[in-house]
């Protein structure tokens, strides 16, 4: 899966549209669009914020790990069954 849809999914889980998601973030909408389609890169500091916004704190952490969260997901949710 590419960054950005990452970064759109996070997003879209969180209710939030690119524009109320670039006011949290103070940066333009424009930004978002530009970073969920791949075409700007991502620093740190704002990925994390992005993340933190979002509440996607697994997806932070599988992406930091390089570890596919969906499998993470599924293993825990078979352990707990």
């Not at 970064?7 to 970073?35: D, P, Y």
């Not at 992005?50 to 825990?76: E, G, K």
């Amino acid at each position: 899966m590419r960054f950005g849809a990452i970064l759109r999914k996070t997003r879209l889980n969180a209710g939030f549209s690119q524009e109320k998601l670039a006011e949290r973030l103070h940066m333009s909408r424009s930004c978002i669009s530009k970073l969920e389609n791949d075409k700007k890169t991502l620093d740190a500091a704002t990925m994390i914020r992005w993340f933190q916004n979002t509440q996607a704190h697994d997806a932070l952490v599988a992406l930091v790990y390089q570890v596919d969260i969906a499998s993470v997901a599924q293993n825990v949710a078979s352990l707990i069954s």
